[in-house]
T-cell receptor
């Protein structure tokens, strides 16, 4: 079993839809949870950063971490064509260590 | 510079040749990571530098891979005797750990194709 599992999609939605992206992880020692967005032929850029369990909201984006079920979610409200990208979940057990990434989910938002 | 830069952006080489990839981190960032991203896969950790500490080489896939970093500046990743399975995007990230929090900032990557 891989440490972080993520459905690669692709996921296609119309503009304005609510998007739900998810990952599961196996190591209960993971404490830090991140979502990165990667546009084609670019490096990943950090979208959301969460420590331990709970929700975090930033504009149209909400990240949720449920440590009891080892489940990570990213919600995108009012999705836009500019949200079309690959979304990567990542986790680590402490700051200053390598991130463990999911494979990424490719999202396409059509206008 | 504003962000992490990497060079070259693309590299095509023949099987068996050596290649050297360069990363310029964000100024002041003490930590530097190298990752590899194969087509359709997530990022795989390769090596980690933190200040003057010994690097964490636990992710290097074979002894053909090596990396160096001069102080808290430039890093080079060297792949000797390249194989076709080395074809991937090689990503560099730098970070600064503050109050138990760390954000890794990625460069655009070097796309390596081994023929």
């Amino acid at each position: 079993q891989k440490e972080v599992e993520q459905d690669p999609g692709p996921l296609s939605v119309p503009e304005g839809a609510i998007v739900s992206l998810n990952c599961t992880y196996s190591n209960s020692a993971f404490q830090y949870f991140m979502w990165y967005r990667q546009y084609s032929r670019k490096g990943p850029e950090l979208l959301m950063y969460t420590y331990s369990s709970g929700n975090k909201e930033d504009g149209r984006f909400t990240a949720q971490v449920d440590k009891s079920s080892k489940y990570i979610s990213l919600f995108i409200r009012d999705s836009q064509p500019s949200d079309s990208a690959t979304y990567l979940c990542a986790t680590s057990h402490q700051a200053g260590t390598a991130l463990i990434f999911g494979k990424g989910t490719t999202l396409s938002v059509s206008s | 510079g504003a962000g992490v830069s990497q060079s070259p952006s693309n590299k095509v080489t023949e099987k068996g040749k050596d290649v050297e990839l360069r990363c310029d981190p964000i100024s002041g960032h003490t930590a530097l990571y190298w990752y590899r991203q194969r087509l359709g896969q997530g990022l795989e950790f390769l090596i980690y530098f933190q200040g003057n500490s010994a690097p964490d080489k636990s992710g290097l896939p074979s002894d053909r891979f090596s990396a160096e970093r001069t102080g808290e500046s430039v890093s080079t990743l060297t792949i000797q005797r390249t194989q076709q399975e080395d074809s991937a995007v090689y990503l560099c990230a730098s970070s600064l750990v503050l109050d138990r929090q760390e954000t890794q900032y990625f460069g655009p990557g070097t796309r390596l194709l081994v023929l």
